[in-house]
C-alpha cells in the first residue's frame, strides 16, 4: 500500500502548479487576442483577402505546432521538464513581440508558425510534470487548476478587442506588452521552477521510434488520441471563430463580440475544471473509471449546446448556450492527462501528449480552415453546429470504450502497460 505524500511534498507540489499558471495563462492570451482583434489585423495587414486566409493563419500556428509536440514532450520525458518549459516561455514571449511588428501577411503567417514551435515544447512537459508531483489522489484537480490559467487567458485575451479599438494602443501595443511581460516572467519561473525527484531505480531510455511503438500499440491509447481530438473540432471554432460569428450575426462593435464570446464561456469552464477535477478525484476513490465518466459527462453537455449555439436567435440565448459548452468543456479538459496516465507508463506520458496534441490540433487547424471556407460559401451556421453536435455524442462512445488500470499514484507501473 502506497504511503500518502509528506505535507511538504504536496506544499511543493501545489508550488509548481502555482508557477505555472501564469504560463497557461500568457500561452492562451495570445492566441485569443488574435481571435479578439481580427477586424483591426486584417484592416492594417490589407493582403489577408478572404476568411479562408485568414482560416491559414489560424491553421499554421496549429499545424506547426501539432506536429512538433511529439517531439516537445519526448524531449520533456528524457531531459529536464524545468528547461523544456523555462526554454518554451522565452521564445514563445519573444515571438509574440515580434508578431505585434509584423506588416504583411506572410510575415504573420511566418509569425504564428514560429509560435507553433515554442508552445509544442510547453504544455506536454508542464502536464506530465503536475501529473508526477500530483499522485492519484489530487491528479485532476491539479490539472484542472492548470487549465483555469488557460482559461483567464482567454478570458483577458477577450478584451484584447477593446485595446485594438482605443487609439492609443492597438493591438500592436497588445502583442508588444504581452511579450515583454513573458520574458520578464521567465527569469523567476526558472529560479524557483523544479522537477520531481528521480525514482530510485532510473528506467532504461526510449528512443523517439520506440516510443511511438509502444504508444500506437496500446488501444486505449488509441481510443484516447481519437476521443481527445473529435470536441477539439468544435472547441477551435469556438474559440478562434465565435468573436466574428457574433460580431457578424449580431452586429457587434469588436470589442462587445470578443468579450461576449469568451468571457461567459471561460468563467463556466473555469467552474468545469474545478467541478470536474473535484468530482473525478472523488470517483475514482470508488470506481477506476471516475475520470472517463466526468469526462463523458461533459460530452453530453456538448450536444444541446452546440445545437443551441447554431440556433439561437438572440445574443443572450447565444451566451447561454456558449456556457453550457464551456462547463462540459471544462469536465473534459481535466481529465485527458489523468486519464492518459492509466494506460501509459510515466517515462512515455509527455511523448503520449505529444501525439494526442499532433492529431488533435492538426485537425483544429483543418476545421478553423473548413469553417472559413465553408462561411465563405454561406452554409447556414445550424448546420455547422448541428454536425459538431453529432460529433460531441460520437465522442462520448469512444471514451467509454477506454479500460484504464487502477490509478497507480506515482508507482512502477506494471509491465503489461
Same mark, same amino acid.
Given at each position: 500500500?502506497?504511503?500518502?505524500?509528506?505535507?511538504?511534498?504536496?506544499?511543493?507540489?501545489?508550488?509548481?502548479?502555482?508557477?505555472?499558471?501564469?504560463?497557461?495563462?500568457?500561452?492562451?492570451?495570445?492566441? $485569443?487576442? !488574435?481571435?479578439?482583434?481580427?477586424?483591426?489585423?486584417?484592416?492594417?495587414?490589407?493582403?489577408? $483577402?478572404?476568411?479562408? #486566409?485568414?482560416?491559414?493563419?489560424? &491553421? *499554421?500556428? /496549429? %499545424?506547426?505546432?501539432?506536429?512538433?509536440?511529439?517531439?516537445?514532450?519526448?524531449?520533456? @520525458?528524457?531531459?529536464? /521538464?524545468? =528547461?523544456?518549459?523555462?526554454?518554451?516561455?522565452?521564445?514563445? *514571449?519573444?515571438?509574440?513581440? %515580434?508578431?505585434? +511588428?509584423?506588416?504583411?501577411?506572410?510575415?504573420?503567417?511566418?509569425?504564428?508558425?514560429?509560435?507553433?514551435?515554442?508552445?509544442?515544447?510547453?504544455?506536454?512537459?508542464?502536464?506530465?510534470?503536475?501529473?508526477?508531483?500530483?499522485?492519484?489522489?489530487?491528479?485532476?484537480?491539479?490539472?484542472?487548476?492548470? +487549465?483555469?490559467?488557460?482559461?483567464?487567458?482567454?478570458?483577458? &485575451?477577450?478584451?484584447?478587442?477593446?485595446?485594438?479599438?482605443?487609439?492609443?494602443?492597438?493591438?500592436?501595443?497588445?502583442?508588444?506588452?504581452?511579450?515583454?511581460?513573458?520574458?520578464?516572467?521567465?527569469?523567476?519561473?526558472?529560479?524557483?521552477?523544479?522537477?520531481?525527484?528521480?525514482?530510485?531505480?532510473?528506467?532504461?531510455?526510449?528512443?523517439?521510434?520506440? #516510443?511511438?511503438? +509502444? !504508444?500506437?500499440?496500446?488501444?486505449?491509447?488509441?481510443? !484516447?488520441?481519437?476521443?481527445?481530438?473529435?470536441?477539439?473540432?468544435?472547441?477551435?471554432?469556438?474559440?478562434?471563430?465565435?468573436?466574428?460569428?457574433?460580431?457578424? /450575426?449580431? =452586429?457587434?462593435?469588436?470589442? /462587445?463580440?470578443?468579450?461576449?464570446?469568451?468571457?461567459?464561456?471561460?468563467? #463556466?469552464?473555469?467552474?468545469?475544471?474545478?467541478?470536474?477535477?473535484?468530482?473525478?478525484?472523488?470517483?475514482?476513490?470508488?470506481?477506476?473509471?471516475?475520470?472517463?465518466?466526468?469526462?463523458?459527462?461533459?460530452?453530453?453537455?456538448?450536444?444541446?449546446?452546440?445545437?443551441?449555439?447554431?440556433?439561437?436567435?438572440?445574443?443572450?440565448?447565444?451566451?447561454?448556450?456558449?456556457?453550457?459548452?464551456?462547463?462540459?468543456?471544462?469536465?473534459?479538459?481535466?481529465?485527458?492527462?489523468?486519464?492518459?496516465?492509466?494506460?501509459?507508463?510515466? $517515462?512515455?506520458?509527455?511523448? &503520449?501528449?505529444?501525439?494526442?496534441?499532433?492529431?488533435?490540433?492538426?485537425?483544429? &487547424?483543418?476545421? @478553423?480552415?473548413?469553417?472559413?471556407? !465553408?462561411?465563405?460559401? =454561406?452554409?447556414?451556421?445550424?448546420?455547422?453546429?448541428?454536425?459538431?453536435?453529432?460529433?460531441?455524442?460520437? *465522442? #462520448?462512445?469512444?471514451?467509454?470504450?477506454?479500460?484504464?488500470?487502477?490509478?497507480?499514484?506515482?508507482?512502477?507501473?506494471?509491465?503489461? %502497460?
Amino acid at each position: 500500500m502506497n504511503e500518502s505524500p509528506s505535507p511538504s511534498f504536496s506544499r511543493t507540489a501545489w508550488l509548481m502548479v502555482l508557477l505555472l499558471v501564469p504560463v497557461a495563462l500568457l500561452n492562451y492570451l495570445d492566441r $485569443q487576442m !488574435l481571435a479578439a482583434m481580427k477586424a483591426s489585423m486584417v484592416a492594417d495587414i490589407p493582403d489577408i $483577402q478572404n476568411k479562408a #486566409a485568414w482560416g491559414i493563419v489560424l &491553421g *499554421s500556428f /496549429k %499545424w506547426v505546432y501539432a506536429i512538433l509536440s511529439p517531439v516537445g514532450g519526448y524531449f520533456a @520525458d528524457r531531459l529536464s /521538464k524545468r =528547461h523544456v518549459i523555462c526554454a518554451s516561455l522565452f521564445v514563445w *514571449s519573444a515571438v509574440t513581440w %515580434w508578431t505585434g +511588428q509584423v506588416n504583411t501577411y506572410h510575415e504573420l503567417l511566418w509569425a504564428r508558425a514560429l509560435m507553433g514551435i515554442s508552445e509544442a515544447f510547453y504544455i506536454p512537459a508542464a502536464l506530465a510534470l503536475i501529473t508526477e508531483f500530483h499522485l492519484g489522489a489530487t491528479r485532476s484537480r491539479a490539472v484542472g487548476f492548470h +487549465q483555469m490559467g488557460i482559461y483567464a487567458g482567454i478570458i483577458l &485575451g477577450g478584451f484584447s478587442g477593446y485595446v485594438a479599438d482605443a487609439p492609443d494602443f492597438g493591438w500592436r501595443f497588445a502583442f508588444g506588452a504581452c511579450g515583454l511581460i513573458g520574458i520578464a516572467y521567465a527569469l523567476p519561473l526558472f529560479a524557483l521552477l523544479r522537477n520531481p525527484a528521480p525514482p530510485a531505480i532510473a528506467p532504461e531510455p526510449v528512443s523517439l521510434p520506440a #516510443a511511438t511503438g +509502444q !504508444l500506437f500499440r496500446n488501444r486505449n491509447f488509441l481510443l !484516447l488520441v481519437i476521443y481527445f481530438t473529435l470536441p477539439a473540432l468544435a472547441g477551435w471554432v469556438v474559440k478562434d471563430w465565435m468573436p466574428e460569428i457574433l460580431r457578424e /450575426k449580431f =452586429h457587434l462593435g469588436q470589442g /462587445k463580440a470578443g468579450v461576449s464570446a469568451v468571457l461567459y464561456v471561460q468563467i #463556466a469552464s473555469l467552474i468545469g475544471v474545478g467541478l470536474g477535477g473535484w468530482l473525478a478525484d472523488r470517483w475514482m476513490r470508488k470506481n477506476i473509471r471516475g475520470r472517463i465518466f466526468v469526462s463523458a459527462l461533459g460530452m453530453i453537455l456538448f450536444l444541446p449546446s452546440l445545437f443551441g449555439v447554431g440556433n439561437a436567435g438572440t445574443l443572450g440565448m447565444a451566451v447561454i448556450f456558449l456556457m453550457m459548452f464551456g462547463l462540459g468543456w471544462g469536465f473534459f479538459d481535466c481529465n485527458n492527462m489523468p486519464i492518459l496516465c492509466q494506460i501509459v507508463r510515466p $517515462q512515455l506520458r509527455a511523448t &503520449g501528449y505529444g501525439f494526442m496534441n499532433l492529431v488533435s490540433i492538426s485537425c483544429g &487547424g483543418f476545421a @478553423d480552415w473548413g469553417f472559413g471556407a !465553408l462561411r465563405d460559401r =454561406h452554409v447556414p451556421l445550424n448546420l455547422i453546429f448541428g454536425a459538431f453536435a453529432g460529433i460531441a455524442l460520437l *465522442s #462520448a462512445g469512444v471514451v467509454l470504450l477506454i479500460k484504464p488500470r487502477a490509478d497507480p499514484a506515482g508507482t512502477s507501473p506494471s509491465s503489461g %502497460w
